[in-house]
């Protein structure tokens, strides 16, 4: 396989896993960790008028997390197809393992959880990425048939 033949994938797959990877962190955050997603974050603590502000407020962060799961989305069917002989849920889950689990054991260790809620976020997190990445590899084995 030559260089450019290594980055061509099929485009809609990757579209296909950007929806359901996105739908899965979606539902994530919304239906099983939303109320110890808040807590850590404070939003409990908030008026109903401050909670409101900051929903609308996310509007183009969303956006830009749908960006960067079609980029993940991408990758991982870029690597699902130059290791053919792997099982794609392998290499979704060596990704996590290597990357997305310390990166996200480090942001949260380093900053990014407030105290007492390190280990919270670092499971609640971690664990959507692995699903999500599972849930991409999923969506992408459907189209290499």
Known sequence: MGVMG???VNLWAVLLATVVM??????WYMVPFSKMWGKIHGFDKLTKAQQDKMS??????YGIQILVTAVSAYVLAVLI???PEQSPYLVAFLVWLGF?????ASAQIFGGA???YVWHKIGIASTEVL???LAGAWVISLFLR
């Not at 996105?22 to 539902?27: I, K, L």
């Not at 609308?56 to 962060?61: E, F, I, R, S």
Request: proline fraction near 10%; hydrophobic fraction near 55%.
């Open 6 to 8: 290594m980055w061509e």
């Open 56 to 61: 609308k407020a996310m509007g183009p962060w």
């Open 81 to 83: 197809g130059v290791l």
């Open 114 to 116: 407030p105290e007492g």
């Open 100 to 104: 997305a689990l310390p990166t996200e």
């Open 131 to 133: 699903l999500r990445l």
């Open 22 to 27: 996105f739908a899965v962190g979606a539902f």
